[in-house]
């Protein structure tokens, strides 16, 4: 097993397609395809179904990828950390982000400060964010952008944005609502709701948008992985699901916000987060500044013009 073979993996789960990975990875399509042969000979077990119309994982593949893909982002942070040593002039802004987090407004958060500082590096890791909070202590990160918490820690936090939550019923059951885009929480307070592992924040801010509401959360005993699985479940009848807009798959799945007890739109709070003993380097001081400064006032002006993406 060997990191190429991690790559090859890794870029025909990206793709769906030898072909595609094959010129992606800048090889020929039989060197992918003996990588690959020999890297699921030392796994133990196939990876890839393969037919003439597609190329899927297996559930043995769907297990282990997560693993594949956090030994390739490992390695490009060895790289990037022994490139930082070797040559101290050059600048990083490190961030983490939870997978919730919008990608459409990560990058127009990041590229105003990407343009006025073309010698500076930003270098993006998605992971949970216990994890991300673990690394950021251990000063592997400089700012973790992630669902804002009330616990106090020993960060700064500063707001980039709130998002709204939506609400997709079970099945083909509609809930009772003069609207056909708002509900009232009180509606659908009594659903079974499909959850994903409370891993990236939205389980947590589901969980306490009904203690605000001294409701009783009832859950299914299932979980899914991912925000997709959520929706497909809820599509199947398992349950309810309450997503980000950000996060919702197509426009063809009945989606309605939510209004709180309040007659206010629900909605989930996003926070960067970073120690302020750690930001020594001037670069790093000036990217705190664009979070707390100029941020807010793009995404202000974005809502104002557009929904979120």
């Not at 009330?150 to 998002?163: D, M, N, R, S």
């Not at 003069?178 to 959850?195: E, G, N």
């Amino acid at each position: 097993m060997n990191l190429s073979q991690l790559r090859f993996a890794d870029a025909v789960a990206t793709t769906g397609s030898f072909t595609a990975a094959a010129a992606q990875c800048c090889v020929t399509q039989p060197t992918l395809s003996n990588g690959l042969a020999q890297l699921e000979d030392g796994l133990g077990a196939r990876l890839f179904l393969r037919t003439t119309r597609k190329v899927s994982l297996t559930p043995f593949g769907t297990h282990v990828l997560p693993y594949l893909s956090e030994v390739l982002r490992a390695q490009a942070t060895l790289v990037q950390q022994a490139q930082a040593f070797l040559s101290p002039s050059k600048r990083l802004v490190r961030i983490g982000t939870s997978p919730l987090v919008s990608a459409h407004l990560l990058r127009l958060m990041v590229e105003p400060f990407r343009v006025r500082h073309p010698d500076v590096d930003i270098v993006l890791r998605e992971m949970n964010m216990s994890d991300l909070q673990r690394m950021l202590q251990d000063g592997l990160l400089d700012f973790v952008f992630g669902v804002g918490s009330e616990k106090k820690g020993p960060w700064v936090a500063a707001v980039l944005y709130h998002e709204p939550l939506l609400y997709i019923p079970s099945g083909a059951t509609a809930p009772k609502t003069k609207s056909t885009r708002l509900v009232q929480f009180k509606d659908i307070a009594d659903a079974t709701y499909v959850m994903v592992p409370d891993a990236c924040g939205l389980a947590r801010a589901t969980r306490a948008l009904f203690r605000s509401h001294r409701r009783t959360l009832l859950e299914y005993s299932g979980e899914a992985m991912g925000y997709q699985v959520l929706q497909e479940w809820a599509g199947l009848g398992i349950g309810a699901a309450i997503v980000p807009r950000s996060k919702l798959n197509n426009g063809r799945q009945a989606a309605f916000a939510i209004a709180d007890k309040h007659g206010k739109e629900v909605t989930i709070r996003f926070d960067a987060q970073w120690l302020a003993t750690a930001l020594q380097a001037p670069h790093l001081r000036e990217f705190a500044d664009h979070l707390r400064n100029v941020v807010p006032a793009l995404v202000t002006g974005l809502n104002r013009t557009a929904s979120i993406e």
